[in-house]
Each structure stands twice: as C-alpha cells, then as structure tokens.
C-alpha cells in the first residue's frame, strides 16, 4: 500500500545547456511515476524567464551555471525547491557547495530514476538530501578546528540548539532528528528556526556551511558525537 508521500505528485523544471543531454532527461523524467509534468528550458536563463512560480522543485547542473548558486538560486521562485546536481564533490569545492542555498543535492554519477524518485520525494517531504560524498566531506571538515575574525561577535547556541546543528550537518530532516532527540517535530521546528536566526541564514545549508566556517560544530560535536554514531 503507498503512502502519502509516495502518491504526491511533483512539477519539476530543469536545464541543460547540451540537447542530447535535455533528450536523456526527457526520458528520465517520463519514467519517474511521482513526476505530476516537467519543463525542460536550454540554459539557465530561459529557465528563471519562463519556470512556472508553482514548480515544485527545479533542477540544475551547478557545472552549467555562468554563476554562483547563491546569487543563480535566489532568483528562482520562492515556492520551489532546488535541486543541485554535483559532477563530483573536490576537495577545494566543498565549501563553495555547502554555501549554496539550495534544497538538495545529487551527483550526476548517481542519477537514474529510482535515485531521483526518491530525491525528489525527500525534497518535498523537507528534507535536503546530498550525496554520501558530500556528506562525508562536510563532517570531515567540521572535525578541523577554526577560527572567528576578529571583532566578529560570538553566535550563542543552547546545549539544545547545539545538538541540532550537529544532526543538521549530518544531513537529517526534522522528523528524523526528532526521533533522535525524543522530541516532537514541532519543538525541532522551532530549534531550527531559532538556528537559521541565529546563524543569519536563509535555509539549512547555508546555516551548515556557516556553522562549519565559524567553529560552531567543531565546538559542538564531541559532547554529542554519540547522536552521530548512533
């Protein structure tokens, strides 16, 4: 029996810069049953021209972006949720991709039908889904001790708010940091809310990039390192 999620039904848009490349997502996009309609646009600007302000989620090759996500994504409709799509994660990249305000990530080299299904349920369900190597790589540098700037004021977290950064990096959604945390989703809501507050901060993965750059989960993560093995 299907649940609710798995019968809601999804809009998504997307570019591609290579025709042979927008025929393949045609096809990819016509076998995914969650998929409601698509628009397919042939590059980024006849995209944000024309994408309909009710799209669920908007797919983009972050490669086929003339600039940065954070300043690309912001002109996309605020209703929909965006997808960035990594041909790989390198090392001096991983900062670069945390930063971007987007809702989700997947590598190309992961991209089929059932993979993308699923993203894109995530996605909708609010969570912000990333590649296991992109995950790894965040922790990794997470675990590297920084520094503030100088005259920079401290960013103040509640032991609480702490140990919900820390799950946040790690890449899980409310209703699975509640269950970590034996709390409501409601109350996780609101943790989260005050830390997007806090961090001055637009969406989760800029509030991880963040935290990461200032030492937040550095601080954070060796009281709380049992959520993470757990």
Known sequence: MGTSTELQKISVALSSENEFRRLGFEQLL????VIDSFAIYRNAAELVA?????????????????????LFIPRLPRRSRTLLLLNGVPDECVSYIAAAPAHGFLSEHELCAETLSLTLQRMVAGDVP???????????????????GPGQAPIHLTPREQEVLVLLVEGLSNKQIASRLTLSQHS?????????AKLNSPNRTSAVAKAI???????TATPTSHHIAS
Request: glycine share 2%.
């Open 30 to 33: 016509k076998r995914i049953a």
């Open 50 to 70: 024309n994408v309909r302000t009710d799209t669920d989620v908007i797919i983009i090759p972050i490669k086929e972006l003339d600039e940065a996500p954070s």
């Open 130 to 148: 990333m590649p296991h190597e992109l995950t790894k790589k965040l922790l990794k540098l997470a675990s590297e001790p920084h520094n503030n």
């Open 188 to 196: 996780i809501k609101r943790l989260v809310t005050n830390i997007l």
């Open 213 to 219: 750059n200032e030492g937040l989960v550095y601080q």
